[in-house]
């Protein structure tokens, strides 16, 4: 393998699968992200299942899920002969008579994904002595897997600097270009990493009514209450903007479905404490659609949550 592949754990996850399948053969090699129920393939080597990046399976059903709970071998030249794999439903989706696995960990401990193969034929009893080069390969990914994890919350924290610029003057919170300028850099960490990501936006009811009753300033001093609430609810990493007039919009990153709804009902509390009516949306990001759908998801069910408030007042 040519060291300069090895720029990256993009760079080096091809370039790994590359090599190993030109040494093992497998018709089908696999660096994958468990987020959840899902199992997502971030890079293959496919020569012939028809897999591609960003296609998701359910972990569940996986080989490497029985693997990972330590009930089956991290190399099976005949997988049907182990119980676990042979019941595991992926087998009844894809062709399978070999399998390869090693799981891929944070520095913590904790399951990042997976590097795997399979393949339509028995394999011979043989390649189960490669098993200690194919472990020293994933170490060497997981380690640059887990130096550019700290390298991306650095360069994090630099792009948030960087969009200080583009911040809303009233309300402090970034503007619509610096949210969309983010907002590309997290889906790029997202395709990369298969991070899982929340969006939330959010419309203040009866702004028009308020300045229409009491003046732009009580309207005015409205939107900076809404500001400090939604900033009051989020982590540190989690991006908030003001995406024009009343309406604002909040990227939950490396969120899961539990941490995004715990956000949703934290803010919906906050607002109600504080007398100030909010209609708010959640969407999750697909790890096929992404976020810009995502977006587009929230918005909808923000006015969906705008309908229903307006017609319980009626």
């Known amino acids: 393998m040519d060291s300069l592949s090895f720029t990256d754990f993009t760079s080096a996850s091809r370039a790994i699968l590359r090599y190993l399948h030109l040494r093992l053969g497998f018709k089908l090699w ?5 987020e959840g129920e899902d199992w997502i393939v971030l890079d293959v080597e496919d020569q012939g299942y028809g897999v591609e990046p960003g296609t998701v399976f359910r972990w569940a059903d996986s080989f490497c899920s029985e693997m990972v709970k330590g009930n089956g071998p991290r ?5 049907d002969s182990i119980p676990a794999y042979a019941a595991a439903a992926i087998g009844q989706q894809v062709d399978i008579k070999a399998y390869v696995g090693l799981p891929l960990t944070r520095a913590d401990g904790s399951l990042f994904g997976t590097l795997c193969a399979i393949d339509p034929a028995y394999q011979p009893e043989s390649i189960v002595d490669e098993l200690p080069q194919i472990e020293l390969l994933g170490a060497l990914l997981g380690t640059i897997l887990q130096s550019e994890l700290n390298a991306t919350d650095e360069k994090r924290r630099a792009e948030r600097l960087a969009a200080e610029a583009l911040t809303d003057g009233q309300t402090g919170l970034y503007n619509r270009r610096g949210w969309d300028a983010l907002m590309l850099q997290e889906e790029t960490r997202c395709r990369r990493f298969g991070h899982s990501a929340a969006v939330i936006v959010a419309d203040l009811d009866g702004l028009k009514r308020i300045n229409d009753a009491n003046g732009h300033a009580a309207g005015d001093a409205l939107i900076t209450q809404a500001a400090d609430i939604l900033r009051s609810c989020v982590r540190g990493n ?4 003001r995406l024009g007039g009343d309406e604002f919009g909040i990227l ?3 969120c899961d479905p539990a941490g995004a709804q715990t956000l949703f009902e934290r803010l919906r509390s906050a607002s109600e404490a504080a007398g100030v009516e909010m ?3 959640l969407a999750m990001r697909g790890h096929v659609t992404g976020l810009e759908e995502a977006c587009e998801q929230a918005d909808q069910a923000m006015f969906a949550d705008k309908r229903a408030r307006k017609a319980a007042r009626l």
């Open 75 to 79: 190399i099976a030249p005949r997988s």
């Open 252 to 254: 939950s990153v490396e």
């Open 279 to 281: 209609s708010i949306g």
């Open 30 to 34: 696999m660096v994958t992200r468990t």
């Open 238 to 241: 989690d991006i908030i903007a």
